[in-house]
């Protein structure tokens, strides 16, 4: 493991110890901006980092590693693949840190090479040491006694070896598709006494289990080894000469031409069927395969030597998710059931009235401490079947497939309800569930709608409108999280629901924009994109220039923008105090002398995702008075111009202030947290003792549910 790596120019030094972690520095790129693709890779290395920490349970060290590697895929899938694109269509550009396509092609081969190099150490000098000792092993098939080898041979036969099709490659049979982060074999065999070889390539079956348990120890064997193990059944009278472990990641970006398209859904599931036809972009190979397979993949694939990486671990570790399934609750993070919300009641049973509530005062919840199922998913059923309720209006961006949300909207629109929902066809890698759901609601009778031309609509918002002593009544939702619950046990995300008379009235005139038609309508107390939500940050950044004592605070997932890093560039120069708190991809360096001094940046990475959205301002009310706005935009360019998003103001002053206890919690300075220097490292205090975001969230929302029944008591 290295601790320290020579900077040479223009390449991306990683310092890969337990406590800094460095992607640039102002050396190799004197900029005011970090490259986004190097800060990504960070933010990975960070989470990387979490398979370290001997503070995190065993078993979610591993998981972290699996996450890493998810990410990893995903990266090459979409980032990596766009820049590939681009530079094979010799579009000449620099980004804002200055580096060209290739150049940034070429950081990110020396930035993944590295990460990868540190992430096979840690699999097997540090994880698979500490599970052999905790009686969970990964074995190879020659490290198998007697016993255990008859179980897994006797597996082989009964549910490998009859999925199981090898596939030549020779003049008569070319070389076949390889599909997308599958696990493959490529072998050579050969006749006895003839010196030429031919290739076969077998696909692991997805279907089966990736690591085999063996009963008799409590072992694994991964099943490329138990295959590997008896290739002279898969290829009989023939020699096996060699074999390799491969996996091909492929160009996973669908190319939607909006204005093209007569019928959007047609037009997705279009892209959808192409997408698995994808070119490839990464091979990855096991350790110890010969020139001749290698080169062999590289033609067929048309890949570089740049695009190849090899593994000498375990390829494919997003499988090793498999073992957070065994019932091993000591190697695992206490188990944690999210609280109903401390304000909302209960009647008989458990049948809560949210309706009650939210005519008095509106209703924050803090997932995933506090219940989406009790709250957000509540507000829906009742109403659903509520015979008041005479509209559901609602976004939907990314949600599970199996929703309870959805299904109560279908029983609304079974029972004469107008349900209006706006489905975004083209939430990456979700595609494919929101047609389905999509098409079940409009079965249903549900007003469904697409999206709008050229943006995809982020929002989270939900209105229910109800009759209430003849009057009509609008409740609102706004969130910085996905109608999802099962996503919703996981993010850190918050939920704000309101009767406000005010926000309902303009959330009622942004749903019949998006519904039908409409210019750049102007909101009073929402910011909404891509017409409105630029200019208002703007706006509210400059006024606290203008004072005194200015100060913003802003948590997010990424912040790449160039035109807002330039605006708190601005508003540090003059004096402005700026504290971000920034998940995931950063482009502003912090504490540069006569740029950004008065900037501080912090990643919290940790047991559930940081997943909010918050923007405080100091002096953001035309009063003077401090303000904070919640919603589902980050600060990047795809957020405030070419998505529809909403940002809220906060109005209820009890709202306002859980919101800024949780931002105050966020900045403690006892805080297990990552910092960004101005050289582009992140260090993490690794002194003992550090409070924990997660587990103190945990530890709040417990006490104020008690202190909520003692009140009512």
Not at 323 to 343: E, G
Not at 473 to 482: A, L
Not at 575 to 582: A, S
Not at 607 to 617: S, W
């Amino acid at each position: 493991m290295a601790d320290d790596i020579e900077m040479q120019a223009d390449t991306p030094v990683l310092s890969l110890d337990a406590r800094t972690f460095t992607v640039a520095s102002l050396d190799d790129n004197p900029t005011n901006y970090f490259n986004r693709e190097l800060s990504w890779l960070a933010f990975n290395g960070r989470v990387l980092s979490m398979a370290t920490d001997v503070k995190v349970p065993l078993l979610e060290r591993v998981k972290f590693l699996a996450i890493y590697a998810g990410n990893l895929d995903e990266f090459f899938q979409v980032r990596v693949s766009g820049l590939r694109d681009v530079v094979a269509g010799e579009v000449r550009f620099r980004g804002p840190d200055g580096r060209t396509p290739q150049e940034q092609l070429d950081a990110i081969r020396s930035a993944v090479e590295q990460l990868e190099a540190h992430r096979q150490d840690i699999f097997t000098n540090q994880l698979l040491p500490q599970l052999e000792l905790q009686g969970i092993s990964i074995k190879r098939y020659d490290e198998l006694g007697p016993d255990d080898q008859k179980l897994a041979d006797a597996y082989f036969d009964d549910q490998i070896f009859p999925i199981l099709t090898p596939l030549a490659v020779d003049p008569g049979h070319p070389f076949p598709y390889v599909s997308d982060l599958s696990l493959n074999l490529g072998v050579r065999v050969r006749r006895g006494g003839d010196e030429r070889t031919r290739f076969a390539r077998l696909k692991i079956p997805d279907q089966l289990a990736r690591l085999v348990p063996l009963t008799m120890s409590g072992s694994f064997v991964r099943i490329e080894d138990l295959i590997v193990a008896h290739l002279d059944q898969m290829f009989p009278g023939l020699e096996v000469v060699e074999h390799l472990a491969f996996r091909v990641t492929r160009n996973a970006d669908l190319n939607y031409r909006d204005e093209e398209a007569d019928d959007l859904l047609e037009h997705v599931e279009m892209e959808l069927r192409r997408r698995r036809f994808g070119s490839a972009v990464r091979l990855e190979i096991s350790a110890g395969g010969s020139d001749s397979i290698r080169s062999l993949l590289r033609r067929e694939l048309e890949l570089e030597d740049a695009d190849i990486y090899v593994d000498r671990s375990f390829l494919a570790m997003t499988d090793l998710w498999s073992l957070m399934k065994l019932d091993r609750h000591d190697l695992r993070f206490d188990d944690f059931s999210p609280v109903v919300p401390a304000r909302v009641p209960q009647r008989s049973g458990d049948d809560i009235d949210l309706f009650d509530e939210l005519r008095n005062r509106d209703l924050l919840v803090h997932h995933p401490y506090e219940s989406f199922s009790a709250s957000t998913q509540e507000l829906i059923r009742l109403a659903a079947k509520d015979p008041d309720v005479v509209a559901i209006k609602m976004t939907l961006y990314r949600t599970s497939s199996d929703s309870p949300i959805i299904r109560a909207l279908i029983r609304a629109a079974e029972r004469g309800k107008q349900v209006a929902v706006l489905i975004e066809l083209k939430a990456r890698f979700d595609e494919r569930a929101n047609i389905e759901w999509a098409k079940r609601l409009e079965q249903a009778g549900v007003h469904v709608t697409y999206g709008l031309t050229g943006l995809k609509i982020h929002a989270k918002l939900t209105m229910v409108v109800r009759r209430e002593a003849g009057q009509i009544v609008r409740y609102c939702h706004f969130g910085t999280g996905n109608y999802n619950q099962g996503t919703a046990k996981l993010y850190g995300d918050f939920s704000l629901m309101t009767s406000n008379d005010k926000l309902g009235d303009e959330v009622a005139v942004l749903f019949n924009t998006l519904t039908g038609y409409g210019g750049d309508v102007s909101y009073d107390d929402l910011l909404v994109a891509p017409a409105g939500l630029r200019r208002g940050l703007n706006s509210l950044i400059r006024n606290e220039m203008r004072s005194v004592d200015g100060r913003i605070v802003m948590k997010m997932n990424s912040l790449v923008d160039p035109g807002m890093i330039g605006l708190l560039y601005e508003a540090s120069q003059a004096g402005v105090q700026v504290d971000l708190i920034v998940r995931g991809i950063c482009g502003l360096r912090p504490g540069v002398p006569g740029l950004s001094d008065n900037i501080r940046v912090r990643s919290i990475i940790g047991r559930y995702l940081e997943h909010a959205r918050l923007y405080y301002f100091a002096h953001g009310n035309s009063d003077g008075s401090p303000v904070v706005y919640m919603g589902s935009a980050d600060l990047m360019q795809r957020n405030l111009d070419h998505r529809v998003e909403t940002l809220v103001a906060v109005s209820d002053d009890a709202v306002a202030k859980e919101l800024g206890n949780a931002l105050e919690l966020d900045l403690e300075p006892n805080l297990q947290s990552w910092y960004l220097s101005p050289d582009g490292s992140w260090t993490r205090d690794g002194t003992d003792g550090l409070l924990d975001l997660h587990t103190e969230f945990e530890r709040l929302a417990i006490q104020r549910r008690k202190s909520s029944r003692k009140s009512r008591a």
